[in-house]
């Protein structure tokens, strides 16, 4: 998984599969979810990043234990 953040752009991915994606869907006006040619999550896109998220540039990464 990777999390890539383009500030130029305010935009940040969430890229769970490095695969090109075929479709899109708009859950939320700013958030897109793209999938691959079997409909698969491939990646979540968040435009506008900075007013939906506290610190874009900021990732913090947490494993649960069971």
Do not use: C, G, T, W
């Amino acid at each position: 998984m990777k999390v890539i953040y383009d500030p130029a752009k305010d935009l940040m991915r969430i890229v769970f599969r490095d695969i090109p994606f075929e479709d899109y869907n708009e859950e939320q006006p700013n958030i897109k979810m793209h999938y691959d040619v079997d409909d698969q999550l491939v990646a979540i896109e968040i435009q506008q990043a900075s007013e939906l998220i506290d610190d874009p540039r900021a990732v913090e990464h947490q494993i649960l234990e069971i």
